[in-house]
């Protein structure tokens, strides 16, 4: 069993930064794939980043450019750094762990979930 707990959520203007970090309070993801997902409200949860177990990162077109996924396997933690947020970027993100392989980009591959934290950029 996995149990994840993100943080770093808050309120920030646009054009500001703030740094998700998701760790594990229970069990280890240092051997599995990360990904961050977002959902805004009455919107589906979409994919925004992922790191597979060996380092290897990718991103959604809306955040390329913009966002950084990376891991710290000794803290058993993984990070997105969000640079130059928009209004758009707004959702409760949200950190999973996909323990067997697949598709990096789809949600229901994923295996274990994050409460959750809420980014909220203002215009």
């Known amino acids: 069993q996995v149990q994840l707990v993100e943080s770093g959520g808050g309120l920030v203007q646009a054009g500001g930064s703030l740094r998700l970090s998701c760790a594990a309070s229970?069990?280890?993801?240092?051997?599995?794939?990360m990904g961050w997902f977002r959902q805004a409200p009455g919107k589906e949860r979409e994919f925004v980043a992922a790191?597979?177990?060996?380092?290897?990162?990718y991103y959604a077109d809306s955040v390329k450019g913009r966002f950084t996924i990376s891991r710290d396997n000794a803290k058993n933690t993984v990070y997105l750094q969000m640079n130059s947020l928009k209004p758009e970027d707004t959702a409760a993100y949200y950190c999973?762990?996909?323990?067997?392989?697949?598709?990096?980009?789809?949600?229901?591959?994923?295996?274990?979930w994050g409460q959750g934290t809420q980014v909220t950029v203002s215009s």
């Open positions: 229970k069990g280890s993801f240092s051997g599995y794939d």
């Open positions: 790191i597979t177990w060996s380092g290897g990162t």
């Open positions: 999973a762990v996909k323990a067997y392989s697949g598709n990096l980009y789809r949600t229901n591959l994923y295996d274990y």
